[in-house]
Nanobody
Framework: QVQLVESGGGLVQAGGSLRLSCAVSGRSFSIYDMGWFRQAPGKEREFAGSISWRGRTTSYADSVKGRFTISRDNAKNTVYRQMNSLKPEDTAVYYC??????????????????WGQGTQVTVSS
């Protein structure tokens, strides 16, 4: 049974920072791309960033480039998302996801086979 558990969400003022964590169990974490998605109230879930299985390549949505950073610790089966200079429009439920196929890039939501339960991030103005 594959499980992804996010943590680190909460309430922060605009301009502040948060670090989200996603712990993965039940599979070989180190050979799968990991992604972060977010869903704001009344909006569809959107891609927010990803990291390759070796950690060599990261990609980010234009809306978060330069402010958010994704990293992973394969020894701890955990992926992180450092979020700086937060804005009210970053308010959303953030989900981590694990790629469905090993050692292959995962970009769109359909290429991710496992999802966490989500963690709420609220940025006040």
């Amino acid at each position: 049974q594959v499980q992804l558990v996010e943590s680190g969400g909460g309430l922060v003022q605009a301009g502040g920072s948060l670090r989200l964590s996603c712990a993965v169990s039940g599979r070989s974490f180190s050979i799968y791309d990991m992604g972060w998605f977010r869903q704001a109230p009344g909006k569809e879930r959107e891609f927010a960033g990803s990291i390759s299985w070796r950690g060599r390549t990261t990609s980010y949505a234009d809306s978060v480039k330069g402010r958010f950073t994704i990293s992973r610790d394969n020894a701890k089966n955990t992926v992180y998302r450092q979020m700086n200079s937060l804005k009210p429009e970053d308010t959303a439920v953030y989900y981590c996801a694990a790629a469905a196929d090993p050692r292959r890039p995962a970009v769109v939501a359909a290429e991710y086979g496992y999802w966490g339960q989500g963690t709420q991030v609220t940025v006040s103005s």
